[in-house]
């Protein structure tokens, strides 16, 4: 299964949810405010679910 | 706030807008991927704009953009309502599929932004078409409207936050270029070295008549897409481009352009060699990219007009002009104003366009004094080709018969002599010498040790020791 970018119509790659998730992690470890920090986690949590969707588990998300 | 036109609603995208939004929430660090790229009103909605604005003045005064910060900040604006109340900012982080591509989604918001302005653009050329004013000045408001759309256009940017953004962006151009330039680059060594590129604005070199004006500006236009695939135009008033290009060919092959221009030599047709010499410097030439327009009898508006055509439809880095005294004036007030009018005009459309324009001048015969460098007084017809010009060059036939032996002196030497540089303020005393092939009008740097005897020569002659 491949996810597509709905604007452009250009695939969202692994690598690239990867690369966001891993962003958004460290945002929500510095992250000043817990409703800030809630925040990130619920994006993680639906950027995983989209990873897993592709079907390619990576280390970040075994990891998490 | 819907924006309309008749019965069609303006082009927009309600998607991207969220989602270049909803990426500068969850990363403010997007912003410095698309900057340069987005700006405010290239956001349709209004409640979005006012986000982005937002977002941008926390980032500038060194605050964290997230989503309470920005719901703060938008509260104290009297905006949050507006805009939807902190939900909003809910709906724009989840409208982003990933703010990885934070920067392909602010190129689609600049677009559509753009094709907005193009639209009111038109529409108010449409109406000063319309009314009463005249075809000329009309023409002249629709290239001034359309010259605002570019995307690096000089006459859009007017807050220093968007002039700044434009200089560290060619900063960072700079720095990526190995060349020590900061324009276009001649392709010449020390004539780059002297200029460091001609940069955006009027550039006049004059001469007297038949001391290499036009060789010059064939030269550096052929060298500068040899070198650095430059693209030129020139704006021919004197000789036909077809004349052009047989130079062009000629100083390609090295063969004298009246072979050339007759097939025989020595009354003889061409040998095959000489064919196939003619033949690759064609293409050669045809490589160049460059564009070649002839404008004799026209006015500056016309040349103009074509120079901005060039540089939209062509895409040209520089454009010649051949020659100033030639461009065709009003005739309702004197010569000397015609020029001034005629050199702002030119100095204008070059900052607009945001390329170096070269204009050749010829200086006044009745003043003529060989070996004498013409200074800035004597540009004919008009102290306002010097006034207007950033930088301003003369170029000398140097007389070196007394010096050398006659076999030796058989090519031409000229030199240019800077006299004015207000482009970049560089010191404008050096001096660039060039030998002129007697058969094509190529032109070789001088090596140094030749162009101190030449500056010698120069002495002598001029009664010196």
Not at chain 2, 76 to 95: P, Q
Not at chain 2, 234 to 253: A, D, G, H, K, Y
Request: aromatic share 6%; charged share 25%.
């Amino acid at each position: 299964m491949k996810i597509y970018d709905p604007l452009t119509g250009m695939e969202i790659t692994p690598d690239e949810f990867r690369r966001e998730i891993a962003m958004l992690r460290r945002k929500a470890d510095d992250a000043r405010d817990e409703r800030i920090e809630e925040m990130y986690l619920q994006v993680i949590g639906k950027r995983q679910q989209q990873l897993a969707a592709i079907g390619t588990h990576s280390v970040a998300l075994e990891a998490s | 706030m819907i924006q309309t036109m008749g019965e069609k609603t303006m082009p927009n995208n309600s998607e991207a807008e969220q989602s270049v939004l909803g990426a500068l929430l969850l990363d403010s660090q997007a912003l410095y991927a698309i900057a340069g790229v987005v700006k405010p009103d290239d956001f349709y909605y209004e409640k979005n704009r006012w986000v982005f604005e937002t977002i941008t003045d926390i980032d500038q005064r060194g605050d964290a953009v997230d989503f309470l910060s920005v719901s703060a900040e938008l509260e104290r604006r009297g905006r949050l309502n507006d805009v939807g109340g902190c939900s909003y900012l809910t709906v724009l982080i989840n409208a982003t599929p990933t703010a990885m591509h934070a920067d392909t989604h602010a190129r689609i918001v600049a677009d559509l932004g753009g094709k907005r302005r193009i639209i009111r653009a038109t529409c108010a050329i449409a109406e000063q078409a319309y009314d009463g004013t005249g075809f000329t000045d009309t023409l002249s408001f629709a290239q001034k409207e359309l010259l605002k759309l570019m995307p690096r256009s000089r006459m859009g940017a007017s807050d220093i936050d968007t002039l700044v953004a434009n200089q560290v962006y060619e900063y960072n151009l700079r720095d990526s270029d190995p060349r020590d330039v900061a324009g276009v680059a001649t392709g010449f060594a020390a004539l780059d070295d002297n200029t460091k590129g001609l940069d955006i604005g009027l550039h006049v070199w004059q001469a007297e008549s038949s001391h290499g004006k036009t060789a010059l500006a064939l030269n550096v236009m052929a060298q500068a897409a040899r070198k650095n695939q430059t693209r030129s135009g020139m704006f021919t008033l004197e000789m036909t481009p077809e004349q052009l290009v047989n130079r062009l060919i000629s100083m390609e092959c090295g063969i004298n352009t009246t072979i050339l221009a007759t097939g025989k030599m020595n009354g003889l047709p061409l040998t095959p060699d000489i064919i196939t010499r003619r033949r690759d410097a064609a293409q050669r030439v045809a490589s160049y990219g460059s564009q070649i327009e002839y404008c004799g009898g026209q006015g500056v508006a016309d040349i103009r007009s074509r120079i901005i055509y060039h540089k939209l439809e062509n895409g040209i880095d520089i454009a010649f002009v051949d020659f100033v005294q030639l461009i065709r004036g009003s005739g309702q007030s004197t010569r000397t104003l015609e020029l001034d009018a005629i050199c702002g005009t030119l100095n204008e459309t070059a900052n607009e366009l945001g390329i170096p324009i070269v204009a050749t001048s010829q200086v006044s015969r009745d003043k003529m004094q060989r070996g004498q460098i013409p200074g800035m007084d004597r540009a004919r017809d008009s102290g306002g080709i010097e006034q207007n010009a950033g930088c301003l060059a003369s170029i000398v036939y140097e007389d070196r018969n007394h010096l050398f032996e006659a076999s030796y002196n058989c090519d031409r030497v000229v030199t240019f002599n800077g006299l004015k540089d207000r482009l970049h303020g560089l010191c404008i005393d050096k001096i660039v010498g060039f030998r002129i092939d007697a058969d094509t009008s190529r032109l070789t740097e001088l090596m140094p040790t030749d162009l101190i005897a030449t500056l010698r020569a120069r002495k002598v002659a001029q009664g010196g020791r």
